[in-house]
């Protein structure tokens, strides 16, 4: 069985930074692409961040470019989110995402297993 | 704004048969194929259609999809209340060079 489990999330200050671990089990970890994507209160879902299989391909929504960063530790099972210089729209829960092939770029790959989340607030 | 357009409400009753649009762009659904997702209350995104009409294992037959020019559309024939849930399209979009969500539709099951 797939399983997807977030950790890291909490309360933090703007513009103070906050890291999101995911374990992954139950699949071949290092086979898979993985992504962040998060939903605000009561609001849609928005992609954040995806790594392909070897960390060679990583790519970030406009809203975070710059501000977050995406890694991955094939020999631990792990997905990390690093995000630093946090504003208040940034508020959401953070969800960790199996994707269905090991290259996501360019292409319109499925989300196959999500986990529960992980709420991370922004707010003085 | 979504890149992808979605009513934000549908509803239904048991049996009957609902559709649920996400209108793009060529650079979006006019490129690549759709992925649908189901939210039910309380929980975690499930991948419920990919490639733009190909059930996953345990999803039913009743979830069906299609793709035409720069639309995509979800149906769901015999209505049930287990079916009341957000539904999210989604699809690479060659512009924005990222996956991209529809915002959403919620399904009332009356």
């Known amino acids: 069985e797939v399983q997807l489990v977030e950790s890291g999330g909490g309360l933090v200050q703007p513009g103070r930074s906050v890291r999101l671990s995911c374990v992954a089990s139950?699949?071949?970890?290092?086979?898979?692409?993985m992504h962040w994507v998060r939903q605000a209160p009561g609001k849609g879902l928005e992609w954040v961040s995806g790594i392909n299989w070897s960390s060679h391909n990583i790519d970030y929504a406009d809203s975070v470019k710059g501000r977050f960063t995406i890694s991955r530790d094939n020999a631990k099972n792990s997905l990390f989110l690093q995000m630093n210089s946090l504003r208040v729209e940034d508020t959401a829960l953070y969800y960790c995402?199996?994707?269905?092939?090991?290259?996501?770029?360019?292409?319109?790959?499925?989300?196959?297993?999500w986990g529960q989340g992980t709420v991370v607030t922004v707010s003085s | 704004q979504s890149v992808l357009i979605q009513p934000p409400s549908a509803s239904g009753t048991p049996g009957q048969r609902v559709t649920i649009s996400c209108s793009g762009s060529?650079?979006?659904?006019?490129?690549?194929?759709v992925n649908w997702y189901q939210q039910l209350p309380g929980t975690a995104p499930k991948l419920l259609l990919y490639?733009?009409?190909q059930r996953p294992s345990g999803v039913p037959d009743r979830f069906s999809g299609s793709r035409s020019g720069t639309s995509a559309s979800l149906a769901i024939s015999g209505l049930q209340s287990e079916d009341e849930a957000d539904y999210y399209c989604a699809t690479w979009d060659d512009s924005v060079r990222g996956p991209v969500f529809g915002g959403g539709t919620k399904l009332t099951v009356l």
């Open positions: 139950g699949f071949s970890f290092d086979d898979y692409a």
């Open positions: 995402v199996k994707d269905s092939t090991s290259s996501w770029y360019g292409l319109s790959t499925a989300f196959d297993f």
């Open positions: 060529s650079s979006s659904i006019g490129s690549n194929t």
């Open positions: 490639s733009n009409n």
